[in-house]
């Protein structure tokens, strides 16, 4: 039986890509909970999870906090091996929320970037199982960076949900990516001169209902 998905995991093709800002607006569209299981730069003040929260405008029942915090703004690996830790993707899991409605869940940085010295992002979104949805640029380079991304996903039989393409209307690039890539384009979002709720709230019109699909 199909049922809607409720359950969707934002990687992007490069860190700083607009993930967080596409989580926001696909919470806000899809009356979705967030949860980012893995946060690193708190140190200098990263909190993508109190962000998203309030462009989105979330109710605390909607907002789940991290697996893991980390001060360095570095890669996971990294991160946890400044401060003497390691965590496997099996005890990210175990913090796995389940919330009463729909749930973004946000991955850090791009698919290959490293959990621990064995297990990477996209170990995680295996493990996880839910559909996936691509952040990328939607500048020159954003074609090979968004078919390597999307072609990982699928190796390890994972359902690429769409791409959002961040920036300038490019609708050659989101040809090819359609194209070459067999995937939807689910929007093109706009780069947001003052990331407010307000803005996120029109970034949000962008997104109609998720598809049916096999749940999670």
Known sequence: MRRAVTTFFVTGTDTGVGKTVL???LCRAWGAAY??????GAQDG???TREVARLAGLRPDQVFAPARVYAGPFAPEWAATLEGTRVSVAE?????PAPAGPLIVEGA????????????MLDLMAAHGA????AARSALGTINHTLLTVGALRDRGLQVHGVVL?????????????????VP?????????????ETVAQAAALFGPPELAHGH
Do not use: F
């Open 23 to 25: 989580s926001a607006a």
């Open 35 to 40: 949860w980012k299981p893995l946060q690193t």
């Open 46 to 48: 990263d909190d993508d």
């Open 92 to 96: 990210v899991l175990a913090c796995r």
């Open 109 to 120: 940085g791009g698919v290959l970037v490293p959990v621990n010295e064995q297990e990477t």
């Open 131 to 134: 559909p996936v949805i691509v």
């Open 166 to 182: 961040i920036g300038p209307p490019a609708p050659h690039n989101r040809a090819a990516i359609e194209r070459h890539g067999a």
């Open 185 to 197: 384009v689910l929007a093109d979002l706009p780069l947001l001169g003052e990331v407010t709720p």
